[in-house]
């Protein structure tokens, strides 16, 4: 079984897009927006098209806005690959 935590994440956000001089991908980004974080919508799907092409899980479309801070995001990803999330 593979695992997907915050720190692939950070790795992904940061190939896809990059990272603002501004924000810290270090600290405890969990719980913050990704607008907060400086990647708008376009960013934010450049960094699932990269999560679903190196993990082989999709994400789909309309759940997108739900997922929009790093937890989500990587709790939704680790559930898809553990199979806890139905596709």
């Known amino acids: 079984m593979q ?41 934010l799907l450049e960094i699932i098209s990269k999560i679903e092409k190196e993990y082989g899980t999709a994400i789909p479309e309309d759940l997108v806005p739900e997922l929009s801070t790093p937890g989500k995001l990587a709790g939704y990803v680790r559930g898809r690959l553990s199979g806890a999330v139905a596709p």
Do not use: K, N, P, W
């Not at 940061?14 to 376009?42: K, P, Q």
């Open 3 to 43: 695992d997907f935590t915050l720190d692939d994440l950070r790795r992904v956000m940061r190939v896809a897009v990059g990272v603002d001089d501004s924000v810290d991908l270090e600290s405890d980004i969990s719980g913050l927006e990704f607008i907060d974080l400086g990647y708008d919508s376009l960013a």
